[in-house]
């Protein structure tokens, strides 16, 4: 198999995730729960997770990384926990349901909503947002790279137009953590939302939230800690705000495994790699005939993502015969981003999404540059 549907699940991971998985299914216990050395071992585990997690995205502290089961809930919680009614909010049509369907119901609670259109670039730029600022605007939230089309945005200029204004700053990082740089610090970010089982190369089930000091969120469940047994409340200092119930020490542990291969092999490096196989893959199939490229391309860092589509054919029925012809597994349809695909006129269509890894080759490249040649030709 060829596998390019990464911006989905990385399927490859690091040597040392399944084993870190494993050793802990075995041997660690309830994080916080106990005084003994299977819970003891299990807590200090999670915490150094949280302080290689701190490090990669420059965060305010490993306390203030609050453990979730991916992106999806730690947005809700971003999102419901700190928007409420009359709040106004800026967002853009690049997101994904993860975003929009929560945003969707705040506005029935009483929130405003405004949502950024591409340009004729297929950009969305910082002073859009700025412009769309009104009195009344609390938040912005957005993505940091589509997951149609791997297009970018600049949370630096985003970010300070937020932290000029007085606004919170949440941030969707499932297509760029691990992939891209990120600093929350210097992009203002106040509340950053991450996946492990993409670019992190982590377990599926694995994620979390990144928050800056002093933010005022409202936890989205609420339960056992293991302190503070006998309040009403949850308590309300991070990450115990946000962590109701026992924490996935097992996929952590395999994300642990992940972060230490991150950070010995270095963001740069394996972006490089990245950046390359993309790079190689969109100029190869971009001058096909009967072929439409999405996205734009000029950017110096966007996701390894090129989604594309061959003449008027369904982009399921050649995702399908990607497979069974080429063995070249691949994403089609809507991609859980319908905004997305009303802008680039692809509702009915679809696209057929190209994802890669720094475990992927130049030879498997090659291969699907050309089996997009062949069906392109027939």
Not at 76 to 92: E, L, R, S
Not at 106 to 124: R, S, W, Y
Not at 165 to 184: K, N, R, T, Y
Not at 333 to 349: F, K, V
Request: charged share 20%; with cysteine.
């Amino acid at each position: 198999m060829i596998y390019f549907d990464n911006a989905a699940t990385t399927l490859k991971k690091p040597d040392g995730v399944a084993q870190a998985v494993s050793d802990a299914i075995m041997n660690l216990g309830n994080a916080g729960r106990g005084a003994y050395d299977a819970s003891l071992h299990s807590m200090r585990m999670a915490y150094e997770t949280r302080e290689l997690l701190n490090e990669l995205f420059n965060g305010e502290g490993p306390e203030q990384i609050a453990f979730m089961s991916n992106a999806t809930e730690a947005l809700n919680t971003a999102i419901n926990g700190m928007i409420q009614p009359g709040d106004h909010v800026v967002t853009t049509v690049m997101e994904h349901n993860s975003v929009l369907r929560p945003l969707y119901l705040k506005e029935q609670t009483g929130v405003a909503l405004t949502v950024l259109p591409l340009d004729e670039n297929g950009l969305i730029s910082s002073e859009a947002f700025e412009e769309a600022i009104r009195p009344d605007t609390e938040a912005v939230v957005c993505t940091h790279a589509s997951n149609v089309t791997g297009t970018a945005l600049n949370l630096y200029r985003i970010g300070e137009a937020c932290k000029r204004h007085g606004l919170h700053f949440i941030v969707d990082a499932s297509q760029s953590a691990g992939i891209l740089p990120i600093d929350m610090q210097a992009m203002n970010i106040d509340a950053l939302c991450f996946t492990g089982h993409k670019g992190l190369f982590g377990p599926q089930g694995t994620g979390g939230i990144c928050l800056r000091k002093g933010t005022t969120i409202r936890p989205l469940k609420v339960g056992g800690s293991g302190i503070h047994s006998f309040d009403k409340e949850q308590p309300q200092f991070m990450p115990e705000l946000l962590e109701a119930g026992t924490i996935n020490a097992h996929g952590i542990a395999g994300l642990n495994a992940s972060l230490k291969y991150l950070k010995k092999e270095g963001l740069e490096k394996l972006y490089t790699k990245e950046a390359l196989l993309t790079k190689t893959f969109y100029e190869g199939v971009r001058r096909i005939e009967g072929v439409r490229v999405y996205g734009n391309f000029d950017q110096e860092k966007r996701a390894p993502v090129v989604s594309l589509n061959i003449w008027d054919e369904d982009a399921g029925k050649v995702s399908e015969i990607l497979w069974e012809d080429y063995g070249i597994a691949t994403r089609a349809g809507a991609h859980c981003a319908p905004l997305m695909h009303e802008a680039l006129g692809t509702t009915e269509q679809g696209v057929v999404r190209f994802s890669f890894s720094s475990f992927n080759t130049i030879e498997e490249i090659k291969q699907g540059i050309e089996a997009i040649r062949e069906l392109a030709s027939e």
